[in-house]
């Protein structure tokens, strides 16, 4: 089976520039979850979905943060302008509705310089 | 508020010499604590799931004992494969996960 799938795996761009991460979660599975992970910070939630709708985005950094899920096989993770403090590596997780297990895609590590 | 700590941050072992991990957290109300592992330039892998102070689960050469302020993360013999960051996250309400900072384990031959 396929797990999550994320794109790209990496991501370098200028700073001001729009950055758009893409996150297809594991079929069947009704809960899509963004982290961003650090060194200083750690994993930290940025958003979750539940059936397509945005549930808690309290952990959005800034407006320069989006996120949508347009249907159940599908999300992304906009930030526009980015900025270098942006720099982090993103995960997308997806989640069953019968489980509270989480299943971690394989990041895209942004670069902005 | 939640918090999840590791301890510690960084373990050596050499291969067979078992050890455990710590996690201790303070949360209102858990639904639930999960042990991950993170391979470099990879995402987190799914280990275990604990639900209840008293529950075990193993697998391989790895057991998670929960209680009801800290899990342990026990590594009998550890292999070099094992070397790994290892993170603990707790649910409690909601459906977030929050996560500590993980250890880093590595295990030479």
């Known amino acids: 089976d396929a797990g999550v799938i994320q794109s790209p795996r990496h991501e370098v761009t200028e700073m001001g520039q729009e950055v758009t991460l893409r996150c297809k979660p594991i079929s069947g599975h009704n809960s899509l979850f963004w982290y961003r992970q650090t060194m200083m910070r750690g994993l930290e939630l940025l958003i979750y979905f539940n059936n397509n709708v945005p549930i808690d985005d309290s952990g959005m950094p800034e407006d320069r943060f989006s996120a949508k899920m347009p249907n159940a096989s599908f999300s992304t993770l906009k930030i526009q302008p980015s900025e270098p403090r942006d720099s982090a590596v993103y995960f997308c997780?997806?989640?069953?509705?019968?489980?509270?297990?989480?299943?971690f895609g394989p990041g895209t590590r942004l670069t902005v310089l | 508020e939640d918090q999840v700590t590791q301890s510690p941050e960084a373990l050596r072992l050499q291969e067979g010499e078992s050890s455990s991990l710590n996690c201790s957290y303070t949360?209102?109300?858990?639904?639930?604590l999960f042990w991950y592992r993170q391979d470099p330039g990879k995402g987190p892998e799914f280990l275990f799931t604990l639900y209840s102070a008293g529950e075990e689960k193993e697998k391989e050469r790895l057991k998670a004992t929960l209680t009801k302020k800290e899990s342990f993360l026990h590594i009998t013999a550890p292999k070099p494969e094992d070397s790994a960051t290892y993170l603990c996250?707790?649910?409690?309400?909601?459906?977030?996960?929050?996560f500590g900072a993980g250890t880093r384990l590595t295990v030479k031959p």
């Open positions: 949360v209102s109300g858990l639904r639930g």
């Open positions: 996250a707790v649910q409690a309400r909601g459906n977030d996960m929050r």
């Open positions: 997780a997806s989640r069953p509705g019968t489980s509270n297990t989480q299943y």
